[in-house]
């Protein structure tokens, strides 16, 4: 499968290769070096720990510069009365009585902990396209889903952070 990307979405993961490639992999084999020298490597954990960290590094550039390759790009073009990418969307579940928002954001970028629901998932299919007022189904599986009320649609902010590892 490959992933829904953006642009944006593009831009960062180079980004953060670039990053990784002229700073965090100068660190870590600076870090290796020091720990090297320390003697025994067999009994060495500050070696083993540097080279963990230089190997997760190189692991996740490898993984970025793969997600560039093998993704598709879609646009974050939507109606500006419509629920689409980088939407904040504020929705009403009937079941429970409670609201809450969201930012549609693609596969990549997704952090439900954070607010940011991919578009793939459930309720980012279901309210995707959609405008303030409608009624939507949410189908969580063939035999299970449930309702939401759009409430709200506006424009988020967006930082440059969603999606992408702290450095």
Same mark, same amino acid.
């Given at each position: 499968?490959?992933?829904?990307?953006?642009?944006?979405?593009?831009? #960062?993961? !180079?980004?953060?290769?670039?990053?990784? +490639?002229?700073? &965090?992999?100068?660190?870590?084999?600076?870090?290796?070096? /020091? *720990?090297?020298?320390?003697?025994?490597?067999?009994?060495?954990?500050?070696?083993?720990?540097?080279?963990?960290?230089?190997?997760?590094?190189?692991? #996740?550039? !490898?993984?970025?510069?793969?997600?560039? +390759?093998?993704? &598709?790009?879609?646009?974050?073009?939507?109606?500006?009365? /419509? *629920?689409?990418?980088?939407?904040?969307?504020?929705?009403?579940?009937?079941?429970?009585?409670?609201?809450?928002?969201?930012?549609?954001?693609?596969?990549?970028?997704?952090?439900?902990?954070?607010?940011?629901?991919?578009?793939?998932?459930?309720?980012?299919?279901?309210?995707?396209?959609?405008?303030?007022?409608?009624?939507?189904?949410?189908?969580?599986?063939?035999?299970?889903?449930?309702?939401?009320?759009?409430?709200?649609?506006?424009?988020?902010?967006?930082?440059?952070?969603?999606?992408?590892?702290?450095?």
């Amino acid at each position: 499968m490959h992933d829904k990307v953006t642009k944006k979405d593009i831009e #960062r993961m !180079r980004q953060e290769i670039e990053y990784r +490639k002229l700073v &965090v992999r100068k660190e870590a084999l600076e870090a290796v070096k /020091e *720990a090297r020298s320390h003697g025994d490597l067999s009994e060495n954990f500050e070696y083993h720990a540097a080279k963990k960290d230089k190997n997760a590094n190189e692991s #996740r550039i !490898r993984y970025l510069e793969r997600m560039i +390759k093998t993704a &598709v790009l879609v646009s974050d073009d939507s109606k500006s009365d /419509e *629920a689409g990418l980088n939407n904040r969307v504020t929705v009403y579940f009937e079941d429970e009585d409670e609201e809450e928002t969201y930012t549609l954001v693609t596969t990549v970028r997704g952090n439900s902990i954070n607010g940011w629901i991919s578009t793939e998932s459930p309720l980012g299919k279901a309210v995707l396209g959609h405008k303030e007022g409608e009624r939507v189904y949410v189908k969580v599986s063939d035999t299970a889903g449930y309702y939401v009320e759009i409430r709200k649609i506006e424009n988020a902010e967006d930082d440059g952070s969603i999606g992408l590892r702290k450095f």
